[in-house]
């Protein structure tokens, strides 16, 4: 098993801001580590002993279902909660008395909140790790992870990749972690393909500028379909915007397999889940698209990698 180091050890992780492409090689070596001994399989105790509570205050299904896949894989035990806003939540108590009850209970809690920056606040309240799943429009770093973790295995490469993000960029937190995780690398090229209402956050634009990533913008798949090495899908945020608004772009921009076969041979398609019709199922027998292969399998791999680094030393 790959050797870690401690940069991570007891320190919760809240932002993708807080990985260097040092972090990030060590914790996709873990990952790969645990993706080949499962394959042969390996049962791992690596964290036995240790309590993951997954605290979703939203729905969620892969992000929920992944973080306790992994605890488990890894010989710990696990506290699922999803649905908080139907328990103590609904008679007043605060986030930062229920991180502090479930804190005294485990090692460490997997939190999703509707909140921008409810996983910064919780960390401030916790005396063990909390580890982001997604907060409100902010971010979600163990998706960027695994999403970056899935194109090098892909591509076989960090550097000098062609990226269109499609869809809602000003909503979708999946797509914010990602374009600030590969702006660590070189030659990066990010197309963004979305609504005029929904465009990626100007913070995040001028960031990743700075650091070198050439960014255009695109009214349609069609405009760079043939030109990118990775088509990064995203539904619409509902639940995030009016009705009226939703409406009117929901259906913008669709992938047939018509478009995907216009792609390169080796490029990738994916998605973070759940795709509601923005790409149609004749898609998903696509040999480019790794949305339910790839991808799917790599999230338990990273979050297990992610879980071994705060509680382990090594």
Not at 38 to 44: A, H, P, S, W
Not at 151 to 170: P, Q, Y
Request: charged share 25%.
């Amino acid at each position: 098993m790959q050797q870690i180091n401690g940069n991570f050890y007891k320190k919760s992780i809240i932002s993708i801001d807080q990985f260097d492409v040092h972090d990030i090689e060590i914790a996709f070596s873990l990952a790969d580590s645990y993706r080949k001994d499962l394959g042969k399989g390996t049962v791992f105790h690596d964290l036995e002993g240790k309590i993951l509570t997954a605290l979703f205050y939203e729905p969620s299904s892969r992000t929920f279902g992944s973080h306790i896949a992994a605890m488990q894989r890894l010989g710990g035990s696990t506290i699922p909660i999803q649905g908080v806003t139907f328990s103590s939540v609904s008679k007043g108590e605060t986030l930062e008395d229920t991180i502090r009850v479930f804190a005294s209970y485990s090692d460490v809690i997997a939190l999703r909140h509707p909140d921008e920056g409810a996983s910064e606040i919780a960390s401030t309240y916790s005396p063990i790790p909390i580890i982001n799943a997604g907060d409100g429009i902010g971010e979600h770093p163990t998706q960027a992870l695994l999403d970056l973790f899935t194109i090098k295995s892909r591509l076989g490469r960090t550097d000098n990749i062609s990226v269109a993000m499609v869809g809602d960029l000003k909503y979708g937190r999946t797509v914010h972690s990602l374009a600030k995780l590969l702006s660590l690398y070189k030659n990066i090229t990010l197309h963004f393909v979305c609504p005029k209402t929904s465009p990626m956050p100007t913070d995040i634009v001028s960031l990743i500028a700075k650091r070198g990533v050439v960014t255009k913008t695109a009214s349609s798949i069609n405009d760079i379909i043939n030109k990118v090495d990775v088509l990064y899908m995203t539904r619409v945020q509902k639940e995030r915007m009016d009705l009226k608004l939703y409406e009117s772009i929901k259906d913008l921009f669709i992938l047939d397999a018509k478009l995907a076969d216009q792609m390169k041979k080796k490029s990738v398609i994916m998605h973070p889940l759940p795709r509601i019709h923005e790409i149609t199922k004749e898609v998903d027998d696509n040999p480019r698209a790794v949305y339910f292969t790839d991808q799917v399998k790599n999230g338990m791999f990273i979050r297990m990698a992610l879980l071994k680094m705060v509680l382990t030393k090594r």
